[in-house]
């Protein structure tokens, strides 16, 4: 049995740390500078953002979700494990960001520019680079780009084409793919040692820990609950309330939780949704970022 991490041991590659680190504006603003090589408005930095449009098409979650002054949407994820369909999964996540930022009755010239960024503790095609970017062109002539505004980006921590990456660039993804020992050596770059003062604030809190504590608390029930079958409908509706008033424990924490939110709350009997609201609940850092961020998941 693999022995859990407490919040000390994590690294930047861990979710918690990752979302918890570039949730911080200036954080993610920079990576984004620094990957994109041009200049960004001001961005709103949305952690773990789900998308579910339908009851039986397949959610996603996304680990950073941002958007800037012009509307442009930024996707970032860590991707710790080879994914033979990785490509399709990106192909996915364009979707869902398209479906969310285009609303019913405009334009398709309203469609954002979108890029989506992986992180990869791996080398995703084996071919040495730090960073391989797509754009849609046409296959009979090269000089031809479809100018969708989609742009998927894979970064490698497994990169050896120094000499063809930006020295920042690389320094940054060899951090991100340090253990916890050489994550914490000293780095010759000002953006990575950024990123370290941010793990150090974070382990340093006790907010923090708790709602790391807390996350794993949840993330272990989810397990048992999924090895159990078979549930009654009673032991079900009770299992419901009791998940429910778990949501409202973990949001008095932030603030005053208005009636109107209680009530629709307690009254929410889809399991799904209320593991969802608990996850958003134990990360929420405030009942007005909390409510702004069900919405999508409203009936």
């Given at each position: 049995?693999?022995?859990?991490?407490?919040?000390?041991?994590?690294?930047?590659?861990?979710?918690?740390?990752?979302?918890?680190?570039?949730?911080?504006?200036?954080?993610?603003?920079?990576?984004?500078?620094?990957?994109?090589?041009?200049?960004?408005?001001?961005?709103?930095?949305i952690r773990e953002k789900t998308m579910a449009y339908h009851p039986e098409n397949r959610g996603v979650?996304?680990?950073?979700?941002?958007?800037?002054?012009?509307?442009?949407?930024?996707?970032?994820?860590?991707?710790?494990?080879?994914?033979?369909?990785?490509?399709?999964?990106?192909?996915?996540?364009?979707?869902?960001?398209?479906?969310?930022?285009?609303?019913?009755?405009?334009?398709?010239?309203?469609?954002?520019?979108?890029?989506?960024?992986?992180?990869?503790?791996?080398?995703?095609?084996?071919?040495?680079?730090?960073?391989?970017?797509?754009?849609?062109?046409?296959?009979?002539?090269?000089?031809?780009?479809?100018?969708?505004?989609?742009?998927?980006?894979?970064?490698?921590?497994?990169?050896?084409?120094?000499?063809?990456?930006?020295?920042?660039?690389?320094?940054?993804?060899?951090?991100?793919?340090?253990?916890?020992?050489?994550?914490?050596?000293?780095?010759?770059?000002?953006?990575?040692?950024?990123?370290?003062?941010?793990?150090?604030?974070?382990?340093?809190?006790?907010?923090?820990?708790?709602?790391?504590?807390?996350?794993?608390?949840?993330?272990?029930?989810?397990?048992?609950?999924?090895?159990?079958?078979?549930?009654?409908?009673?032991?079900?509706?009770?299992?419901?309330?009791?998940?429910?008033?778990?949501?409202?424990?973990?949001?008095e924490d932030c603030g005053t939780v208005p009636e109107e939110l209680k009530e629709r709350i307690l009254?929410?009997?889809?399991?799904?949704?209320?593991?969802?609201?608990h996850k958003l609940a134990a990360r929420a850092a405030s009942v007005e970022q909390f409510t702004k961020?069900?919405?999508?998941?409203?009936?």
């Amino acid at each position: 049995m693999s022995t859990r991490k407490t919040l000390q041991e994590l690294t930047l590659k861990d979710d918690f740390m990752f979302g918890t680190v570039m949730a911080e504006e200036k954080n993610c603003w920079d990576f984004l500078e620094l990957v994109l090589g041009f200049p960004i408005g001001r961005i709103e930095v949305i952690r773990e953002k789900t998308m579910a449009y339908h009851p039986e098409n397949r959610g996603v979650r996304l680990d950073v979700y941002a958007k800037d002054n012009e509307e442009k949407r930024y996707n970032v994820e860590m991707q710790l494990r080879t994914k033979p369909e990785i490509g399709k999964r990106v192909r996915y996540y364009h979707s869902q960001i398209d479906m969310e930022a285009l609303l019913s009755g405009q334009e398709y010239e309203k469609l954002p520019d979108v890029y989506v960024i992986f992180i990869c503790d791996f080398d995703p095609f084996g071919s040495g680079r730090y960073c391989y970017t797509f754009q849609p062109i046409c296959e009979e002539d090269h000089q031809l780009v479809l100018n969708d505004g989609s742009t998927s980006i894979f970064l490698s921590t497994c990169g050896k084409n120094e000499e063809e990456t930006p020295e920042s660039l690389v320094q940054f993804l060899k951090y991100a793919g340090a253990d916890l020992p050489a994550s914490t050596e000293e780095y010759g770059d000002a953006f990575v040692r950024q990123l370290q003062e941010s793990v150090r604030r974070i382990k340093g809190s006790r907010r923090m820990e708790e709602k790391f504590m807390r996350l794993e608390e949840l993330l272990r029930e989810e397990r048992a609950e999924g090895k159990a079958e078979g549930k009654a409908e009673g032991r079900e509706e009770g299992h419901a309330l009791g998940k429910a008033e778990s949501v409202l424990e973990l949001l008095e924490d932030c603030g005053t939780v208005p009636e109107e939110l209680k009530e629709r709350i307690l009254t929410e009997r889809d399991l799904d949704c209320l593991r969802r609201w608990h996850k958003l609940a134990a990360r929420a850092a405030s009942v007005e970022q909390f409510t702004k961020e069900m919405k999508p998941e409203a009936k």
